[in-house]
């Protein structure tokens, strides 16, 4: 899809050109699904190596986005650098802020964006917890600014949490939604804003059960990471938790599993675990960490992932009614 063609039919028409702030790994994953859509790419990031980081991460991502079907020949032609942020946003459709995730700056960032930005600029903050409602307090149009957070990488896996300030308009969530479809994702608007959205609570929960299993001694990372994949995370990728649970419950569908099980469920989870990262801990995860990943850079692991994580895709798309809605 070419943001360059300017026809009504074209969802991207709009958009011609997108401002990312920030070079880092999420950076690099929007510039990179940003230009092979046909968009004109600019990447604001002071630090001295930005350039440099920035080619490096599009030519590891490359592959997965050629995989998906989306052109990346000629990737870079339309990518250009700006560390000066005012100059970067002054002609954007669209800007993508990903920078550090403090809230001082994020409020930095977004009151210089919206002097410097178009008026027509959709405004849309990666923050991985920062609710808008906080970062646009420093702004004179708080209602610009919505959140548009990925689920890593960005330009791979399909959810973005378009997460609406108190303050944040209905046009702007509409066309956050819009925008973020057409580039192939699935939006979620969130209901209300929640520090860490939604996707980022549930991981992090699960997590910090894996880690007291893990410093327990109960099971190694290898292990832990190898009982996920073939169980819940198998079954979740094809019916969420709530579905999972409805038929786990037979003809009764949730109703009767909660009526028959929750109870004993409910029981068991004061029993769960509040492991600290403290330094026993921190050295456990680390040497077996060590073990089961050490021998593989993170760049070659990382390609494994997506091409697994495509060939998923891929065969949920076959079954379209997985998760169709009744």
Not at 50 to 66: F, N, R, S, T, Y
């Amino acid at each position: 899809m070419n943001a360059h063609v300017s026809s009504t039919t074209d969802p991207l028409a709009g958009y011609r050109k997108a401002a990312v702030i920030g070079g880092g790994v999420i950076g690099i994953s929007w510039a990179g699904l940003f230009l092979a859509h046909g968009l004109d790419v600019v990447v604001s990031d002071p630090r001295p190596d930005a350039e440099e980081q920035v080619l490096a991460g599009l030519a590891e991502i490359a592959p997965a986005l050629a995989e998906l079907g989306l052109p990346t020949e000629d990737l870079t032609s339309r990518l250009r650098f700006e560390p000066d942020l005012a100059r970067a946003v002054a002609d954007a459709d669209i800007v993508q802020e990903n920078g550090p995730e403090r809230l001082a700056v994020k409020q930095e960032i977004w009151k210089a964006v919206e002097q410097a930005a178009p008026d027509r600029a959709l405004l849309a903050t990666s923050t991985s917890g920062i609710p808008a409602t906080a970062i646009a307090e420093a702004m004179r149009q708080p209602e610009r600014l919505v959140v548009g957070h990925p689920f890593n990488p960005p330009h791979l896996v399909p959810l973005v949490e378009v997460v609406p300030g108190e303050r944040t308009s209905a046009q702007t969530l509409r066309r956050a939604h819009a925008f973020y479809t057409a580039l192939g994702k699935k939006p979620q608007i969130l209901r209300k804003e929640i520090p860490g959205f939604v996707a980022n609570r549930l991981q992090s929960a699960l997590f910090r059960e894996c880690v007291h299993l893990v410093a327990e001694g109960v099971v190694t990372e290898a292990e832990l990471d190898e009982i996920v994949t073939d169980s819940i995370g198998l079954r979740w990728a094809a019916a969420g938790p709530f579905r999972t649970f409805h038929l786990g419950g037979g003809p009764g569908g949730l109703p009767h599993f909660l009526r028959h099980l929750g109870r004993a469920m409910e029981e068991a989870w004061p029993g769960l675990g509040s492991p600290a990262f403290d330094a026993a801990t921190v050295a456990r995860l680390t040497e077996q960490a060590e073990q089961a990943f050490g021998n593989a850079p993170v760049g070659e692991l990382a390609a494994r992932r997506d091409r697994a994580q495509i060939a998923l895709m891929r065969a949920l798309a076959k079954t379209p009614d997985t998760n169709a809605r009744a």
